[in-house]
């Protein structure tokens, strides 16, 4: 089975998806196509960042990410594939992919340089198509582009230590209003050392980290339902701080980025007490 994902800012209202789909059972109809999601923010690199890094290790090995955020080439951006943990990801060099891999070194980085081989009339997103199809035919890297060593980084969103503190950012607000930040459940383990601490942002505090939503309930005397409405935190199954409203509905109740005035960029700290 040669798997190809789809990460896209196109939305669904429109025909960019469907057609893009067109073009690449058009080039490989054997292909499985999977949709990671199509409504990431337009342009927003750590949206799509989040988004395929919290999906991609559920996916077998050799599967393609095609990931279509902000994909135009130009002067400031090269169109780019990457071999990495056994996978393919196909990007422009936006910075999505130095967010995505981190410390983690690519197994192989090429820039694509196929561009040239196509007529002239062939779009952006014509090319991560044949690059996508070749990856997924088993094709290999080398013969699409020219190998680099380093690419695009974004370090403006990176969570960082700073003296008694973890300072992160909301890159990722989901269906439900729950607020998603870069701070890894791995970078807090690194830090707390056994220390007490609490989650600050916008005047509020959240004193604990759940280990997962039900565990909001801290008394027999009342009921799950009793709780809901209670903000709280939690390490998500991608494995970044979750800021959320316990059992939040967007549309009635309200939700953790609407009651609590969280949005993406908001600066979300982790205080440690000595």
């Not at 990176?158 to 930040?181: L, M, P, R, S, W």
């Not at 870069?182 to 707390?192: A, C, R």
């Not at 903000?231 to 199954?237: G, M, S, T, Y």
Request: glycine share 6%; charged share 25%; hydrophobic share 40%.
């Amino acid at each position: 089975m040669s798997i190809i994902t789809l990460t896209t800012d196109y939305g669904l209202k429109d025909h960019f998806v469907g057609a893009l789909k067109g073009k690449l059972l058009s080039e490989f109809r054997e292909a499985t196509i999977i949709d990671i999601s199509h409504d990431i923010d337009p342009f927003n690199v750590a949206e799509a960042a989040y988004s395929i890094g919290a999906a991609y290790n559920s996916f077998p090995k050799e599967t393609v990410h095609l990931i279509g955020v902000d994909i135009e080439l130009n002067s400031e951006n090269q169109h780019i594939a990457m071999q990495w943990n056994d996978q393919y990801f196909i990007a422009a060099d936006n910075g999505i992919l130095s967010m995505l891999i981190q410390k983690i070194i690519p197994q192989k980085l090429v820039s694509i340089t196929i561009h040239d081989r196509l007529p002239d009339d062939t779009s952006d997103l014509d090319v991560f198509v044949k690059v996508a199809c070749h990856l997924a035919k088993g094709g290999l890297l080398n013969v699409i582009g020219k190998e680099i060593k380093a690419i695009k980084e974004v370090t403006e969103l990176q969570a960082v230590v700073q003296e008694n503190q973890i300072k992160g950012y909301v890159i990722y607000i989901d269906h439900f209003g729950n607020v998603v930040t870069n701070i890894s459940k791995k970078l807090f383990l690194e830090t707390v050392k056994g220390r007490t601490y609490e989650i600050q942002f916008k005047r509020q505090i959240i004193k604990n980290i759940l280990p997962k939503f039900s565990n909001i309930m801290i008394s027999e005397k009342y009921s799950l339902k009793d709780y809901e409405g209670q903000k709280l935190a939690i390490f998500n199954e991608a494995g970044f701080l979750e800021i959320a409203i316990f059992r939040s509905n967007p549309d009635n109740v309200g939700s953790a980025t609407s009651l609590l005035g969280l949005s993406y960029r908001d600066v979300v700290t982790i205080e440690f007490k000595s």
